[in-house]
């Protein structure tokens, strides 16, 4: 079992910058890789990044140069760093963990909301 807690969220200006966190506890050793989702009112969810557990790193098109996930040393803790924000950034941000352990293959974070205003 692995639970996930989400921090940062938060109003911002287009074109300002916020930092999401993602804390995993339980059983982590056995999450493959983690990533972000966002989903929009009226608009399907969406996986905006990943990274694998060896470290590498894919983007939906919308944010590549804008967006950057990393995750800590001790692999418990993942960030979304997102810059030039847009208003069309703005969704509830979910957190997910991947593991061929969890039913259905992950487990979801609570979503942080993300609200970017002209």
């Known amino acids: 079992q692995v639970q996930l807690v989400e921090s940062g969220g938060g109003l911002v200006q287009a074109g300002g910058s916020l930092r999401l966190s993602c804390a995993a506890s339980?059983?982590?050793?056995?999450?493959?890789?983690m990533g972000w989702y966002r989903q929009a009112p009226g608009k399907q969810r969406e996986l905006v990044a990943a990274i694998t557990s060896g470290g590498s790193t894919n983007y939906v098109d919308s944010v590549k140069g804008r967006f950057t996930i990393s995750r800590d040393n001790a692999k418990n803790t993942v960030y979304l760093q997102m810059n030039s924000l847009k208003p069309e950034d703005t969704a509830v941000y979910y957190c997910?963990?991947?593991?061929?352990?969890?039913?259905?293959?992950?487990?979801w974070g609570q979503g942080t909301q993300v609200t970017v205003s002209s």
């Open positions: 997910v963990a991947f593991s061929d352990y969890l039913v259905g293959g992950r487990s």
């Open positions: 339980g059983s982590i050793f056995s999450i493959d890789s």
